[in-house]
RNA sequence: GGCGGUAUCGUCUAGGGGACUAGGACACGGCCCUCUCAAGGCUGGAACACGGGUUCGAAUCCCGUUACCGCUACCA
């Protein structure tokens, strides 16, 4: 059983982004500590220094950090950890659980080309094992290479795995394995059960491609004289068409989703759904929630697809959801990214930002939408979306009417809100006898006011634009309008 | 090939022998609300891979088959 301080770990090899795949298998590690008053810990895995970078390193690091995956302790790098990996191979050779293997790379490609030529399947035949002591101590100082090889005894391997039950495998399926090659360094099997023994790690989650590796870490724990601790394997995420997620399905780094607008917490959320269940029908999440709910017991089996489609209602919901601070917060950057601004001048119309915001987010899934849709408020000039002119202003001399109409009984107004602008609209339209006809008024004015067909309601377009620049866009308006005249067809 | 894993609507899932004419959510269609677009409400179509058992009774348990996925390196 677990021990009551649990301590868990996400360990990913740092050869290129943070895959959304990982960034779920390190969210249930973190839940898991969190729920259960635990540890979560990081560690990079960057033994292969061909593969690993530091630009990766860092983008894994932010990407956790975007998602407020926060980590207990210092980062370990494996690569830091060498001369106790090397110091545990030395254990096993001396405690007889592993031996020298004197077989070169092209001696056992060959062999291994031969088997499957026969259509056999290759295992390594244990010919090291079989020299006697004086023959290994001769090649050991005549200076030949070795590998050390891990001896699996007879027998079986089970564990009981937290989301699949008990898994077992015959021993006679897993050859002597490789623990440290000729030139000194761990194969993975071992660099991993070394350092999760340092580390006290006590709940091994992990994508399910490692469960064909946890026998022969069983066995490295058992020859380490280890205590095994509780492996979990997560299931993998697949793209669309059910195939393991790749670049060819988009988007696969958590950091393309922030650049796309989505909420960290939405994603959270997103990813939480996508392998686990709270029951009771309960879908929309607060970090704190899914904390709390968080159960193993709930944790797929199976394999899940990445539906773009809910996250980005997921997304929409957790709009709803989060503060108006938060959400200047989050969309700042791109707010200023698009141009409205500086960050400060932004800021400096914070009451201003947040209203306007709160108008949008309703109608909006994305960050990105969002911004897209504040072109009209933020702007000074804005575009007129010809689809939209064309449709709504095709009646010039309604059109006309309704522009200078409302120029007419907008001006004297004495207070600018929503209840003096709809009563003004309201004898408008009375005026011009469409009190049974809103959408012949209105649309036109949308038009005129922002450029476009849609936008929030009529009254807070008028609010948020205030007075003076709501005005300006319908004297603009008018003056295309005769600009644009003479075009009868 | 060998070994291991998985199998409920298109997708995410509820379900853990009778409460199942299988529930919810996304997506899709319809209706309502409505100045547009959203949001919201209501509503429709849509699934237990197949075959055998066990049982009075199986989506639920067992065994096969099939399909898909993973591993099978001196990669991680």
Redesign the pocket.
């Known amino acids: 059983m677990a021990p009551s301080v649990p301590r868990l770990r996400f360990a990913p090899?740092p050869t290129g982004y943070l895959h959304v795949g990982g960034a779920r298998t390190a969210l249930f590690n973190w839940l898991y500590a969190r729920k259960f008053g635990g540890q979560f810990l990081l560690r990079v895995?960057d033994?292969?220094k061909a593969r690993s970078t530091e630009e990766s390193t860092r983008a894994i690091f932010e990407g956790l950090q975007w998602l407020g995956l926060e980590w207990d302790e210092p980062v370990v790098h494996q690569g830091a950890n060498l001369e106790r990996h090397r110091a545990d191979a030395q254990r096993m050779l001396a405690n007889g659980t592993a031996y020298r293997c004197f077989?070169?790379?092209e001696e056992?490609a060959q062999r291994?080309a031969a088997a499957e030529a026969a259509g056999a399947?290759?295992k390594y035949d244990r010919r090291c094992d079989r020299l006697d002591r004086v023959e290994v101590e001769r090649r050991v100082a005549a200076g030949m290479?070795f590998?050390v090889r891990f001896r699996v005894p007879e027998g079986s391997t089970s564990w009981d795995d937290l989301v699949?039950g008990t898994?077992a495998?015959?021993n006679k399926?897993i050859e002597d394995f490789?623990v440290l090659?000729?030139?000194g360094t761990p194969?993975?099997n071992l660099a991993v059960v070394s350092d999760d023994i340092a580390m006290a790690i006590t709940v091994v989650m992990r994508g399910?491609?490692?469960?064909?590796?946890t026998p022969k870490q069983i066995q490295l724990y058992r020859a380490l004289g280890a205590e095994l601790p509780v492996f979990a394997h997560l299931p993998?995420i697949h793209g669309m068409d059910?195939?393991?997620l790749s670049k060819r399905h988009g988007a696969t780094a958590v950091g393309d989703y922030q650049h796309l607008g989505i909420l960290p917490s939405a994603m959270m959320n997103f990813l939480a759904?996508?392998?686990w269940?709270p029951?009771n029908?309960i879908?929309v999440m607060s970090r704190e929630q899914m904390i709390e709910l968080f159960d193993p017991?709930?944790l797929?089996?199976?394999?899940?697809?990445f539906?773009l489609?809910?996250l980005e209602?997921m997304n929409?919901q957790h709009l709803a959801l989060i503060s108006p601070d938060e959400l200047l917060q989050r969309a700042l950057p791109a707010l200023v990214a698009a141009g409205y601004g500086s960050a400060e001048e932004i800021m400096a119309r914070r009451e201003w930002v947040f209203s306007l915001l709160e108008l949008l987010k309703?109608?909006s899934r994305t960050i990105d939408e969002i911004v897209w849709q504040a072109a009209p408020y933020f702007n000074e000039q804005i575009e007129l979306d010809a689809e939209a002119v064309r449709k709504q202003w095709k009646d010039r001399a309604l059109t006309e009417a309704i522009l200078r109409g409302a120029l007419e009984v907008l001006s004297p107004l004495t207070e600018w809100n929503l209840t003096s602008t709809e009563a003004a609209l309201n004898q408008l339209a009375a005026r011009l006898d469409l009190v049974e006809k809103?959408?012949k008024l209105?649309?036109p004015l949308?038009v005129a006011l922002t450029g476009r067909?849609?936008?929030?309601?009529?009254?807070e377009v008028l609010v948020v634009l205030g007075r003076k620049r709501a005005q300006q866009r319908l004297e603009a308006a008018l003056l295309r309008l005769r600009q644009d005249e003479p075009t009868p067809d």
């Open positions: 090899s895995e033994t292969d077989c070169t790379q056992l291994r399947a290759f290479p590998t699949h898994i495998f015959l399926d490789i090659r000729t030139d194969i993975y399910d491609d490692h469960i064909s590796n993998m059910g195939k393991k759904l996508l392998g269940a029951g029908d879908e017991s709930g797929q089996k199976r394999a899940a697809i539906d489609k809910k209602w929409g309703v109608r809103p959408g209105y649309q949308r067909a849609v936008s929030p309601g009529i009254f």
